[in-house]
């Protein structure tokens, strides 16, 4: 068979990280292979994500550009797959008649047939129907295609919650939880693949299983842990209103979990809260994180905020910033609100300017900056597991000379921050081997806004065996 290139665009979540090696692989038995390079690309997809109006405009002006590519090529293949598919639907070939394909979310498992078709018959297609439950694929090849140490799997789709800014119900449908058997056998073919990381994928996945009588959260995380070979396991996201008391000890009796956790709040005004429809209140939020770090102090904190949501005062605002200096978050994602088709806050009144919008947001990111850094700069001195990723890119404060002869690495704390290192050049002994993969231990020595910078002590963790001894003074 004449191979064919296979041009992914993934915009978005994990969660479309996660589909897009799903595309890849349903479309390899039809002779698709992946290729970096659109100009050459006979089927280019973009697989979109519909969470907040620029997502979707980032969609569409690739598409546009791709318009241009169809002009000069019209053999190529134009599809269009994920959230803004599901969401538009035909309306995108209306608008953008180029477009040879458009799928939803829940429909991935029938695209071998729908690229069969259009390459035979040159026809459109759109298959936008929602489908209960998951389909399941066979994952053999992804982890020598994709490679990498660390990768996301997909426990559940969809949700149940509404909360009433978001539009990931209506485009993704109903929650539904994936058989455990599923979910632990793909990750034993990506550990046999070199995988060492594994980021479980849910909205909230505190609620997995619960459905269909699958079992628990922390029954799954259980099991995974079990799992030889692998190194680390994570989990994103958590609603802070399931967060239990089971979950929360897995962080202190798994050895493998890392010491994290994804709770996005939103706000910190118990009355923005209540229009979010977010079913807890700003109390209860801080006795889960009180609660978190008891049973395990130096857990890293993170979350997400919406910033001008419809009605917010400059009272509600000054408390979402009050909450952030309690917590003391070790970084956090931040957006300013934006109306979403379906969702219903967009009938809300009291918008918020977009001006007034950003500049709450710059004062919120302004302020966690400073929270970083100064977590950061607590962390100098003490020693991480690191979990290699490769190589890391060149780093301020050495002259690119220097840079000739240090060889340097980039990984991930437990805490998932970023950490460049080298072999401390004052050493006499040659720089160790070190490859993509390997737990090593790390001093860190110096603490920038967006990662840290520190030396190589060991090859092997000795933080491993120290339960709840993420970093320890050196
Ligand atoms: N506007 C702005 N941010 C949003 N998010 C979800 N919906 C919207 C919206 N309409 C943010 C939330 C969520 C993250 C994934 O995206 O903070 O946690
Ligand atoms: Fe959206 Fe709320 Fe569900 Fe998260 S929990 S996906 S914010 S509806």
Redesign the pocket.
């Known amino acids: 068979m004449q191979p064919k290139y296979l041009y992914i665009n993934t915009i978005g ?1 994990q969660m479309n990280v996660y589909d897009s090696e799903k595309i890849a692989v349903v479309l390899q038995p039809l002779g698709y292979e992946l290729t970096r390079n659109v100009d050459t690309a006979d089927l280019i997809i973009v697989n979109t994500c519909s ?3 620029k997502a979707e405009q980032k969609a569409f002006s690739f598409l546009g550009r791709m318009a241009k590519l169809k002009r000069k090529r019209p053999k190529v293949i134009i599809g269009m797959g994920g959230c803004v598919a599901q969401q538009e639907g035909r309306k995108i070939m209306e608008r953008m008649p180029f477009v040879d394909l458009v799928f939803g979310t829940h429909v991935i498992g029938r695209l071998p047939e729908m690229v069969t078709r259009i390459e035979q018959k040159k026809c459109h297609l759109v298959d936008v129907k929602m489908y209960p439950g998951i389909d399941e694929f066979d994952f053999t090849d992804t982890a020598g295609a994709y490679g990498g140490v660390c990768r996301f799997v997909t426990i559940m789709q969809g949700c149940d919650n509404y ?1 009433t ?4 119900p209506y485009v993704r449908g109903r929650e539904t939880s994936r058989k455990p058997e599923f979910i632990l056998s793909e990750i034993r073919e990506l550990i046999d693949g070199g995988v060492r990381e594994v980021t479980l994928l849910g909205q909230n996945v505190n609620s997995y299983g619960q459905k269909e009588g699958l079992c628990s959260f922390p029954g799954l995380l259980e099991k995974v842990n079990a799992l030889e070979g692998l190194e680390r396991m994570r989990f994103t ?1 958590s609603h802070p209103k399931d967060l239990s008391e089971d979950l929360m000890l897995a962080f202190r009796d798994l050895d493998k979990l890392c010491r994290h956790i994804h709770l ?1 709040v ?1 706000s910190g005004a118990n009355t923005v809260l209540k229009r979010m429809n977010r079913k807890y209140t700003r109390e209860v939020y801080l006795g889960k994180i009180e609660k978190l770090r008891q049973v395990c102090p130096d857990i890293a904190i993170t979350s ?3 910033a001008g949501f419809p009605g917010e005062t400059e009272t509600e605002f000054s408390e979402t910033l009050d909450l952030i200096k309690t917590v003391e978050y070790d970084s956090l ?8 088709p379906n ?1 219903p ?1 967009v009938h809300f009144g009291d918008k918020i300017s977009e001006t007034e919008k950003k500049a709450r947001l710059q004062v919120l990111l302004d302020l966690q900056e400073q929270l970083t850094l100064k977590k950061n700069r607590s962390m100098v001195g003490s020693i991480q597991a690191v979990l290699v990723e490769g190589l890391s890119r060149k780093q301020p404060g050495h002259s690119e000379s220097d840079i000739q002869s240090i060889i340097q690495w980039s990984g991930r704390t437990e805490g998932n921050k970023i950490v460049n290192f080298d072999w401390a050049d004052d050493r006499e002994t040659a720089a160790p081997e070190i490859e993509a993969g390997h737990l090593v231990d790390v001093r860190i020595k110096r603490a920038l806004s967006h990662s840290l910078w520190g030396e190589l002590v060991r090859t092997k963790t000795a933080t491993a065996d120290l339960k709840g001894g993420k970093y320890y003074a050196a």
């Open positions: 979540c969470i907040r109006a909360c800014y978001c539009v990931v996201t996005p939103q997400d905020f919406i994602f931040a957006f300013v609100y934006s109306d979403r969702a806050a």
